[in-house]
C-alpha cells in the first residue's frame, strides 16, 4: 500500500474539513449580524416612539447597515436589507430628503434583486412593490403602480406564505380600493407562522397587519 499517497489523502481530508468549518463559521456570523441589523431595525420601527427617537435611532441603523453591506459586498440579504433600512428612513426625514433616500433604497434592492432575487423569500420583490407604490410618479419621482404589482405577485410567487409579502400585497391593495382582495391576503398574514427569532417585528407587523384589515373592513 502507498503510505505517501495515504498521507497525502488524509492532509488533503484534514485541509478540507478546516475550510468546511471555517465556511460555517463565517456563515454563523454573517446569519448573526444580520439577525443583529434586523432586530435593531424593529426596535427602531416598532418601539421608539417620538419623531426625534425615531429618526435619531433609524440614523443608527442606516449606518450600520452601510458598514454591513460593505463587509458583505456580495450576500443579497445584507444588501436588500439596506434598501430596506433606507427606504424606511425616507419616512422619518424631511420631505427635501425623502426622495434622495428612496432613490438609494431603490438602487440596492435592485442591486440585491440581481445578485438574488428570491433572497429573503421574496422580500426584495416585495420591498421593491412597497417603494414603487408609495413614492410619487411622474417628475417628482418614480413611483408605478403596475410595476409595484407585478413586484408584490412576484413576491408571492417566490413564498405565498410570507408574512411580508402578504402585508405589503394587502397594504396595496386597499390603496388601489380593492377591499375584498386586501382581506383575504392581510388574513394570511395573520395566519403565517410566528417569526421566532424577531419577536419585536413579528409583533409590530402583526398589528399593523390587524389595523389594515380593520380599515379594510371599514371602508
Avoid at 96 to 117: G, I, T, V
Avoid at 157 to 177: A, R, W
Wanted: glycine share 6%; no cysteine; charged share 20%.
Amino acid at each position: 500500500m502507498n503510505t505517501k499517497f495515504l498521507k497525502r489523502l488524509g492532509l488533503t481530508l484534514v485541509a478540507s474539513l478546516i475550510v468546511a468549518q471555517a465556511g460555517v463559521a463565517a456563515n454563523s456570523e454573517f446569519r448573526s449580524e444580520l439577525l443583529a441589523l434586523q432586530r435593531e431595525w424593529a426596535q427602531a420601527n416598532f418601539v421608539a416612539e417620538s419623531k426625534k427617537d425615531r429618526r435619531s435611532a433609524f440614523a443608527d441603523v442606516v449606518e450600520h447597515a452601510n458598514q454591513l453591506s460593505a463587509r458583505y459586498p456580495s450576500q443579497a440579504e445584507v444588501i436588500a436589507w439596506e434598501g430596506i433600512v433606507l427606504s424606511t428612513y425616507a419616512g422619518e426625514v424631511s420631505a427635501f430628503s425623502a426622495m434622495k433616500y428612496a432613490k438609494a433604497a431603490r438602487d440596492k434592492l435592485l442591486l440585491a434583486e440581481n445578485l438574488q432575487p428570491d433572497a429573503l423569500n421574496g422580500g426584495i420583490y416585495a420591498s421593491l412593490g412597497a417603494l414603487y407604490s408609495k413614492v410619487p410618479g411622474g417628475f417628482v419621482g418614480f413611483g408605478d403602480n403596475e410595476l409595484a404589482r407585478e413586484y408584490f405577485l412576484r413576491a408571492l410567487e417566490v413564498d405565498s406564505n410570507n408574512i411580508d409579502n402578504n402585508y405589503f400585497y394587502g397594504e396595496f391593495l386597499i390603496k388601489q380600493g380593492d377591499y375584498s382582495a386586501a382581506l383575504e391576503v392581510l388574513n394570511r398574514a395573520l395566519s403565517t407562522s410566528v417569526v421566532a427569532d424577531r419577536p419585536v417585528f413579528d409583533a409590530g407587523r402583526r398589528a399593523e397587519i390587524e389595523a389594515l384589515i380593520l380599515q379594510a373592513k371599514q371602508s
